[in-house]
């Protein structure tokens, strides 16, 4: 189900939910996230909303819903689950799906629903048919075009080479991108065309499609003051997540630290005393480099910015939104994204 047919859509799940569009979708120069509705609930009153639509929300996602808006905000998207839910009512975020879950509250009114499940295979679980550029190895193609601008103009052969993807996979992701107008040409090559909502949709794909892949092992420190001089130590270690983070915002503490590899690093597991435990009782993690640093490089040994906001998404960590949040606020590509 694409954005055109949730916002189609939503005029009846809102009827069904008691209330009723009273003045319908409206959006300033094309642009989705200007998009308002207004909604009212006979007899009792309306709200004007911002939306912002969803392709898919798991509760980690959910908490870097961004409602820095001068009105409400509400949340549509395909299935909206209990556990996203209470994230969302926790935030006094308004929400509804396609299923018939939603939530709106204001002086006057209170409309919850939840626990509706939809019916099997009604919900997508994958992309969509033609979507490319949001399959595992497209998501890594565009991750080099949205983190590094130059890279829309250069040659396939070393895009491919770059995102550590097929010549064939990049052909096709690029080739799909101009169809759909999200890579335009220009006087001097290729650029993408608002890739601040690209860059959403890709931050989405990559929790639920590209990160489970990248994970190789996780390992039990006693202590974690050692992680900064790692990458000195061992040139091959790229930091990510909350350690890569803590070094971008003082005001951040790191419980864990990630490592982007290509290859184990056997000397630190044995120099730090590294024991592999499960996932969840992990606090140092190492995952797939699947870039080519030379051509795109964060900062210091960091992982690019692009992937660091990521990777605090897809933590599903609470405690950890308020910092995704100040980077995508603070960072020089992040801002460039958005405001393109």
């Given at each position: 189900?694409?954005?055109?047919?949730?916002?189609?859509?939503?005029?009846?799940?809102?009827?069904?939910?008691?209330?009723?569009?009273?003045?319908?979708?409206?959006?300033?120069?094309?642009?989705?996230?200007?998009?308002?509705?207004?909604?009212?609930?006979?007899?009792?009153?309306?709200?004007?909303?911002?939306?912002?639509?969803?392709?898919?929300?798991?509760?980690?996602?959910?908490?870097?819903?961004?409602?820095?808006?001068?009105?409400?905000?509400?949340?549509?998207?395909?299935?909206?689950?209990?556990?996203?839910?209470?994230?969302?009512?926790?935030?006094?975020?308004?929400?509804?799906?396609?299923?018939?879950?939603?939530?709106?509250?204001?002086?006057?009114?209170?409309?919850?629903?939840?626990?509706?499940?939809?019916?099997?295979?009604?919900?997508?679980?994958?992309?969509?048919?033609?979507?490319?550029?949001?399959?595992?190895?497209?998501?890594?193609?565009?991750?080099?075009?949205?983190?590094?601008?130059?890279?829309?103009?250069?040659?396939?052969?070393?895009l491919a080479e770059a995102s550590g993807t097929s010549l064939g996979t990049a052909q096709g992701v690029v080739g799909?991108?101009?169809?759909?107008?999200?890579?335009?040409?220009?006087?001097?090559?290729?650029?993408?065309?608002?890739?601040?909502?690209?860059?959403?949709?890709?931050?989405?794909?990559?929790?639920?499609?590209?990160?489970?892949?990248?994970?190789?092992?996780?390992?039990?420190?006693?202590?974690?003051?050692?992680?900064?001089?790692?990458?000195?130590?061992?040139?091959?270690?790229?930091?990510?997540?909350?350690?890569?983070?803590?070094?971008?915002?003082?005001?951040?503490?790191?419980?864990?630290?990630?490592?982007?590899?290509?290859?184990?690093?056997?000397?630190?597991?044995?120099?730090?005393?590294?024991?592999?435990?499960?996932?969840?009782?992990a606090n140092v993690h190492l995952k797939r480099r699947f870039w080519d640093e030379q051509v795109v490089r964060g900062?210091?040994?960091?992982?690019?910015?692009?992937?660091?906001?990521?990777?605090?998404?897809?933590?599903?960590?609470?405690?950890?939104?308020?910092?995704?949040?100040?980077?995508?606020?603070?960072?020089?590509?992040?801002?460039?994204?958005?405001?393109?």
């Open positions: 189900m694409n954005t055109d047919d949730l916002l189609d859509a939503l005029p009846r799940v809102l009827d069904e939910l008691g209330a009723r569009v009273e003045l319908g979708v409206t959006h300033h120069h094309d642009r989705l996230e200007d998009a308002r509705i207004r909604v009212s609930v006979p007899g009792v009153g309306a709200r004007s909303y911002v939306l912002e639509v969803k392709r898919r929300l798991t509760p980690g996602l959910a908490t870097t819903v961004r409602s820095n808006h001068e009105l409400p905000l509400m949340v549509v998207a395909p299935y909206i689950s209990d556990a996203v839910g209470a994230v969302l009512r926790g935030m006094a975020v308004d929400y509804v799906d396609m299923v018939g879950n939603g939530c709106l509250r204001w002086p006057g009114v209170y409309i919850d629903v939840r626990g509706k499940r939809p019916a099997k295979n009604s919900v997508q679980s994958g992309p969509e048919r033609g979507d490319r550029a949001f399959t595992r190895a497209g998501l890594q193609v565009l991750f080099v075009l949205l983190t590094q601008p130059a890279a829309a103009s250069t040659k396939l052969r070393q799909e991108l101009e169809q759909t107008g999200a890579l335009v040409p220009t006087s001097t090559g290729r650029r993408l065309h608002r890739p601040g909502q690209l860059y959403d949709r890709w931050v989405e794909a990559y929790a639920t499609r590209l990160s489970p892949s990248l994970y190789l092992r996780s390992f039990r420190a006693d202590r974690l003051d050692w992680w900064r001089a790692a990458r000195s130590e061992d040139p091959d270690l790229v930091v990510g997540g909350e350690a890569a983070a803590a070094a971008l915002d003082t005001m951040l503490r790191p419980e864990s630290v990630t490592f982007y590899v290509t290859r184990t690093p056997t000397q630190l597991v044995r120099q730090h005393r590294l024991v592999p435990v499960p996932r969840k009782e900062s210091k040994g960091l992982a690019p910015t692009t992937l660091v906001f990521a990777d605090l998404v897809t933590s599903g960590e609470p405690r950890l939104r308020e910092h995704a949040e100040r980077l995508r606020r603070a960072d020089a590509r992040l801002l460039e994204l958005d405001g393109s």
